[in-house]
T-cell receptor
Framework: SQTIHQWPATLVQPVGSPLSLECTVE??????LYWYRQAAGRGLQLLFY??????ISSEVPQNLSASRPQDRQFILSSKKLLLSDSGFYLC?????????FGPGTRLTVL | DQQVKQNSPSLSVQEGRISILNCDYT??????FLWYKKYPAEGPTFLIS?????DKNEDGRFTVFLNKSAKHLSLHIVPSQPGDSAVYFC?????????FGTGTSLTVIP
């Protein structure tokens, strides 16, 4: 069976510090991978998606970036965090019609 | 531009009665529709889906209805249980991307 992991589960970072969130998927190969953000009281905003190694599509201009160094690894990064980057970050993978989510990372920028 | 909309931010239902969650969309090119259930600080859990070529799909207590002419999707939960209390997101797929509504918070009153 397939499993998706995210870490860390929670993170508190000061404004201006870097960020690295990691997502890995087990039990499948060449999945489509996604990063979403859910701000407080809001829906899910698609940030990036990837259909293969090194292939990243960005949906929203921002100070975040994503990379896919391996088939089942998806990384969300920032060089300098902003207060507005606070939120709940979700990684997801899609085998075909459905999409399945990881447990999420709660990021608080102070 | 919000292509998938959930116009009711909250819904309260008595235990044992039917819960009806609604979703509207604007893009006629969406070919697959999904419902997710989400608890606070957790990733969304996939519930049920429907292809655009169908008008109904049922799985236990959950039934999804699709009205393509009205661009309307609904999730019926019968009978509602207190454990169903959560935020429900509808989503629609076009190509490799999934578009989410802003969610409806369901409270099932014992």
């Amino acid at each position: 069976s397939q499993t998706i992991h995210q870490w860390p589960a929670t993170l508190v970072q000061p404004v201006g510090s870097p960020l690295s969130l990691e997502c890995t998927v087990e039990g499948t190969s060449n999945p489509n991978l996604y990063w979403y953000r859910q701000a407080a009281g809001r829906g899910l905003q698609l940030l990036f998606y990837s259909v293969g190694i090194g292939q990243i599509s960005s949906e929203v201009p921002q100070n975040l970036s994503a990379s896919r160094p391996q088939d089942r690894q998806f990384i969300l990064s920032s060089k300098k965090l902003l207060l507005s980057d606070s939120g709940f970050y979700l990684c997801a993978w899609s085998p075909s019609n459905e999409q399945f989510f990881g447990p999420g990372t709660r990021l608080t920028v102070l | 531009d919000q292509q998938v909309k959930q116009n009711s931010p909250s819904l309260s239902v008595q235990e044992g009665r039917i819960s009806i969650l609604n979703c509207d969309y604007t893009n006629s090119m969406f070919d697959y529709f999904l419902w997710y259930k989400k608890y606070p600080a957790e990733g969304p859990t996939f519930l049920i889906s429907i292809s655009s070529i169908k008008d109904k799909n049922e799985d236990g207590r959950f039934t999804v209805f699709l009205n393509k002419s009205a661009k309307h999707l609904s999730l019926h939960i019968v009978p509602s249980q207190p454990g169903d209390s959560a935020v429900y997101f509808c989503a629609a797929r076009f190509g490799n991307q999934f578009y989410f509504g802003t969610g409806t918070s369901l409270t099932v009153i014992p």
